[in-house]
């Protein structure tokens, strides 16, 4: 049966990721070594190396659809003729980054069809180096494997806030807002730096939302519901008037708290899964790297659905 394969790399990441091994679909998709850094039944993430010890590495985040249900399941949903996910997630984060929006880099993305009907598609982006999805580093917070002192939580917390608010300043939506899509490192100063990955944002007409909930209030109810394992009410609430930069009379921000809230809940459930199968992977990475002998432990990440 007639196969094609596509690959589109960043012209000043083709060599780096040649050197990599990761310069053709067919390389890309049979690749099995490299760090396990997510997975799902039908999705997976692997972080591969730099070829040199002073060049970042890469997350390959690959999607497989091995059944012809899935493909016709796809075909329907769009990839027939329209964008497959890992070409659509490099254009969201390219945009972002084209407005200041500090994203991660996307550097390549590419796909397999078999009679036109999408296989296999992949999306690869530059590791930042230092940087943890804030997911994992709330689990290490919440351990005692870190510490942040009252101060340095409000500072962290006015900079999250900051930074989306930046975001949206700048028309972006990224649509998949949750803690583990959000990557955190500190700065020089201690100050910490936020980077953006797994952008899906809202097309127009679903930036409409519901009758009185605007987009980017749907937005921090996916932060809201990430953060209520690890942050109190009142952080919460400091993180509100932050993001909204002035004052707004007690009205109106308690009916922003209970839209947030309400919107909340309805990922409250499947969030906390999330977390604790978070919290699961990097024990299994672990004890791997333990078992391997590994210098260093294995970048944090979180599983994929």
């Not at 016709?72 to 084209?98: C, D, I, K, S």
């Not at 917070?141 to 900079?159: E, N, S, V, Y």
């Not at 990557?183 to 127009?204: K, N, T």
């Not at 294995?298 to 599983?303: D, G, V």
């Amino acid at each position: 049966m007639l196969f094609t394969e596509h690959i589109r790399m960043d012209p000043a990441y083709r060599e780096p990721l040649r050197r990599c091994g990761l310069d053709t679909v067919e390389r890309v998709l049979q690749r099995i070594d490299g760090r396990v850094a997510a997975w799902s039944r039908s999705t997976d993430t692997l972080y591969v190396p730099g070829a040199g010890p002073q060049e970042p590495g890469f997350y390959v985040k690959r999607h497989f659809f091995r059944s012809w249900r899935k493909r016709f399941r796809g075909a329907l949903r769009g990839t027939f003729f329209g964008m497959q996910r890992g070409q659509a997630e490099y254009l969201a984060l390219n945009a972002m980054r084209n407005v200041g929006v500090p994203a991660v880099r996307a550097v390549a993305y590419g796909e397999r069809r078999v009679a036109h009907f999408l296989t296999a598609c992949f999306l690869i982006t530059e590791e930042v180096p230092g940087a943890q999805n804030l997911t994992s580093y709330a689990l290490d917070i919440a351990r005692g494997t870190r510490t942040l002192t009252p101060t340095q939580r409000h500072t962290w917390i006015d900079a999250l806030a900051d930074a989306l608010a930046d975001m949206h300043a700048t028309g972006c939506s990224h649509g998949n807002l949750f803690f583990r899509n959000i990557m955190v490192r500190p700065s020089p100063s201690g100050s910490p730096e936020f980077f953006f990955l797994d952008a899906q944002p809202l097309r127009p007409w679903e930036r409409l939302g519901t009758p009185g909930v605007t987009w980017w209030i749907r937005e921090l109810a996916q932060v809201a519901v990430s953060a209520l394992r690890f942050t109190h009410r009142t952080e919460r609430l400091r993180f509100l008037r932050r993001y909204l930069r002035e004052s707004v009379s007690p009205e109106t921000l308690k009916g922003q708290i209970e839209q947030i809230e309400r919107l909340a809940e309805q990922w409250r459930k499947h969030e906390e899964r999330r977390i604790r199968l978070s919290a699961l992977f990097e024990q299994w990475n672990l004890r791997l790297a333990a078992e391997l002998g590994a210098v260093s432990p294995p970048p944090h990440a979180e599983p994929t659905q």
